[in-house]
């Protein structure tokens, strides 16, 4: 029986300890109304253990399924993570709150962070208001589960992603000062609420315009003088609030054909943070790939020349990696789920291998755990109508070809030291 067949035939009793209190933190903190206020858990669960004001054991002291994820990552002195939701509780969203994912979750993972709860449009109802409620259920049933956080972001800076009185705001007689401080304002908040819970984040997200590699403008950095002078000033406040944090700029420029200017971009970008001394600790690599075709192993083989270039200049400039939002949209392949499944898989081993052949990739998170909930089939369907597969676990919660793919490219990893 293989590794998937294992992992998916398991019964009740198999149920880790880490799994347990899932299930016992998801009923109680998804009682928690959208304001996070908890309302009374349900009658007859046991008391979910209070969060402590950091997570007291790492995933790797909490009891984990040899067969999961992040007991092999564990071994290489890696972690596996995933993006997470919030929702009310026990629905159909790809949330802790959601038993079945939770379980995905807590089994798999030894990282999470949130898929929309932290953004600016997520927490920012105005620029004089914070509305943490659902961040806060969140990072709480991941303390209760022994599963650390990294935080997706504090700046996405681009128009259509701040909240839509960002654009229009009235940044008064001086407008520089006035930006300067409601962008030092929003990430000293999110930095202070959470303190050390949070060791990671993605400062800045997706800034470069991929046509051209230029930065975007936004109303904020308009007023602040700027595209560089607003994402130094994020990265240097974020240093400041939360001095043990680890700095990323994130970004989607990936191997596949097309990328050429979009890399370009986040090099000379990269390369500006450290000519004038702005805290940046790593490049966070999305890595949404797409395959190009059925021989997917020949097509990764074409790609990467180019690729380590681009990655060996990053590390090159002492910058870390971390693979931020790992899945694949399954392009260019036919509709049969056997073929279609094998050639993703095929693509993913072939990545990962290139990525972790760099000993600075020390997290993988993947952009969902399950098909059923991936922003991909949303984004950009299918022409053939049939539904996306970008995930290790099916929409039936069914592991994947893709699962034991990134479970061999790990273990077949150098270990971390
Ligand atoms: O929560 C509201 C809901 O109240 C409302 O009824 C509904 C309809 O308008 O919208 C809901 O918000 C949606 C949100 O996802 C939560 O589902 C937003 O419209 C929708 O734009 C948002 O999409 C997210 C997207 O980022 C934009 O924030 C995707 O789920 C998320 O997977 C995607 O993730 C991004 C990363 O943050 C950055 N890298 C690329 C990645 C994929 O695009």
């Given at each position: 029986m293989t590794d998937d067949a294992q992992h998916t035939g398991r019964t009740i009793m198999e149920i880790s300890r880490r799994e347990g209190l899932a299930m016992l933190a998801g009923l109680a903190a998804s009682a928690c109304g959208s304001d996070g206020s908890a309302n009374a858990a349900p009658i007859g669960a046991a008391p979910v253990p209070a969060p402590s004001p950091t997570p007291t054991a790492s995933p790797t002291s909490a009891v984990l399924d040899p067969a999961s994820l992040q007991s092999v990552a564990a071994a290489k002195g890696m972690r596996i993570g995933s993006c997470f939701a919030w929702s009310e509780r026990n629905a159909d969203r790809g949330s802790f709150a959601n038993p079945d994912y939770a379980r995905l979750l807590t089994r798999d993972c030894g990282i999470l962070v949130p898929e929309n709860e932290l953004k600016w449009q997520a927490i920012r109802p105005s620029a004089?208001?914070?509305?943490?409620?659902?961040?806060?259920?969140?990072?709480?049933?991941?303390?209760?589960?022994?599963?650390?956080?990294?935080?997706?972001?504090?700046?996405?800076?681009?128009?259509?992603?701040?909240?839509?009185?960002?654009?229009?705001?009235?940044?008064?007689?001086?407008?520089?000062?006035?930006?300067?401080?409601?962008?030092?304002?929003?990430?000293?908040?999110?930095?202070?609420?959470?303190?050390?819970?949070?060791?990671?984040?993605?400062?800045?997200?997706?800034?470069?315009?991929?046509?051209?590699?230029?930065?975007?403008?936004?109303?904020?950095?308009?007023?602040?003088?700027?595209?560089?002078?607003?994402?130094?000033?994020?990265?240097?406040?974020?240093?400041?609030?939360?001095?043990?944090a680890q700095l990323v700029y994130n970004d989607y420029m990936s191997w596949e054909p097309g990328n050429a200017n979009h890399r370009a971009g986040v090099l000379k970008l990269l390369g500006g943070f450290k000519k004038r001394g702005v805290p940046v600790d790593a490049l966070g690599v999305q890595s949404h790939l797409v395959t190009q075709g059925i021989d997917a192993r020949a097509t990764a083989t074409a790609l990467t020349g180019e690729w380590r270039r681009f990655l060996d200049a990053v590390t090159a400039m002492g910058y870390g990696l971390v693979i931020t939002e790992l899945d694949v949209r399954d392009n260019r392949l036919p509709a049969d789920v056997a073929v279609r499944d094998r050639a993703v898989a095929d693509f993913t081993q072939a990545y990962l291998d290139v990525m972790f052949s760099y000993p600075a990739v020390r997290d993988v998170l993947l952009w969902g755990m399950s098909d059923r909930y991936s922003w991909i089939e949303g984004f950009e369907p299918r022409s053939d109508g049939v539904r996306r597969r970008p995930c290790p676990y099916d929409d039936a919660f069914v592991a994947k070809p893709m699962r034991a793919a990134i479970a061999a490219a790990v273990a077949a990893a150098p270990a971390r030291s």
């Amino acid at each position: 029986m293989t590794d998937d067949a294992q992992h998916t035939g398991r019964t009740i009793m198999e149920i880790s300890r880490r799994e347990g209190l899932a299930m016992l933190a998801g009923l109680a903190a998804s009682a928690c109304g959208s304001d996070g206020s908890a309302n009374a858990a349900p009658i007859g669960a046991a008391p979910v253990p209070a969060p402590s004001p950091t997570p007291t054991a790492s995933p790797t002291s909490a009891v984990l399924d040899p067969a999961s994820l992040q007991s092999v990552a564990a071994a290489k002195g890696m972690r596996i993570g995933s993006c997470f939701a919030w929702s009310e509780r026990n629905a159909d969203r790809g949330s802790f709150a959601n038993p079945d994912y939770a379980r995905l979750l807590t089994r798999d993972c030894g990282i999470l962070v949130p898929e929309n709860e932290l953004k600016w449009q997520a927490i920012r109802p105005s620029a004089t208001r914070f509305d943490f409620g659902k961040f806060d259920a969140m990072i709480d049933w991941a303390d209760a589960n022994a599963l650390p956080v990294r935080a997706h972001n504090l700046l996405w800076h681009q128009p259509k992603w701040m909240p839509a009185w960002a654009e229009s705001y009235d940044f008064g007689a001086n407008p520089q000062r006035e930006a300067e401080r409601l962008l030092a304002e929003h990430i000293e908040t999110v930095c202070k609420r959470y303190g050390s819970r949070i060791r990671s984040y993605d400062v800045v997200n997706e800034a470069v315009n991929p046509a051209d590699g230029a930065l975007y403008q936004t109303a904020l950095s308009r007023a602040l003088g700027g595209a560089e002078p607003t994402l130094d000033l994020a990265f240097r406040t974020a240093r400041a609030a939360a001095p043990g944090a680890q700095l990323v700029y994130n970004d989607y420029m990936s191997w596949e054909p097309g990328n050429a200017n979009h890399r370009a971009g986040v090099l000379k970008l990269l390369g500006g943070f450290k000519k004038r001394g702005v805290p940046v600790d790593a490049l966070g690599v999305q890595s949404h790939l797409v395959t190009q075709g059925i021989d997917a192993r020949a097509t990764a083989t074409a790609l990467t020349g180019e690729w380590r270039r681009f990655l060996d200049a990053v590390t090159a400039m002492g910058y870390g990696l971390v693979i931020t939002e790992l899945d694949v949209r399954d392009n260019r392949l036919p509709a049969d789920v056997a073929v279609r499944d094998r050639a993703v898989a095929d693509f993913t081993q072939a990545y990962l291998d290139v990525m972790f052949s760099y000993p600075a990739v020390r997290d993988v998170l993947l952009w969902g755990m399950s098909d059923r909930y991936s922003w991909i089939e949303g984004f950009e369907p299918r022409s053939d109508g049939v539904r996306r597969r970008p995930c290790p676990y099916d929409d039936a919660f069914v592991a994947k070809p893709m699962r034991a793919a990134i479970a061999a490219a790990v273990a077949a990893a150098p270990a971390r030291s």
